[in-house]
Nanobody, 117 residues
Framework: QVQLVESGGGSVQAGDSLRLSCAAS????????MSWYRQTPGKEREWVAR????????NYANSVKGRFTISRDDDKKMVYLQMHSLEPEDTAMYYC??????????WGQGTQVTVSP
């Protein structure tokens, strides 16, 4: 079965950095685009970043562009999100996602990022 396990979150001060990791299994990882999403209580999940197969292209939400970097390691079936200059507005549960059409339904447990002012 499809499994996505996020890790690397924590509680930091504004301006700090964090590196999130996502371990994927149960699907042909190398053939799928992967994304990071985030969600705060009571709100819909928000797309943050996307990386294409082989890492040939990347896209970011305007709110994180220039501060976050998404990357992937196909040999390890891992996706990463390097976050710099964190802001309180970045506080959320962060999830990785297998992209496809129609959308795939499996989500991991997420990893919490909390940024204090």
């Amino acid at each position: 079965q499809v499994q996505l396990v996020e890790s690397g979150g924590g509680s930091v001060q504004a301006g700090d950095s964090l590196r999130l990791s996502c371990a994927a299994s149960g699907f042909p990882f190398r053939t799928n685009d992967m994304s990071w999403y985030r969600q705060t209580p009571g709100k819909e999940r928000e797309w943050v970043a996307r990386i294409s197969v082989r890492g040939e292209s990347v896209n970011y939400a305007n709110s994180v562009k220039g501060r976050f970097t998404i990357s992937r390691d196909d040999d390890k079936k891992m996706v990463y999100l390097q976050m710099h200059s964190l802001e309180p507005e970045d506080t959320a549960m962060y999830y990785c996602k297998r992209e496809g059409s129609p959308p795939f339904a499996t989500w991991g447990q997420g990893t919490q990022v909390t940024v204090s002012p």
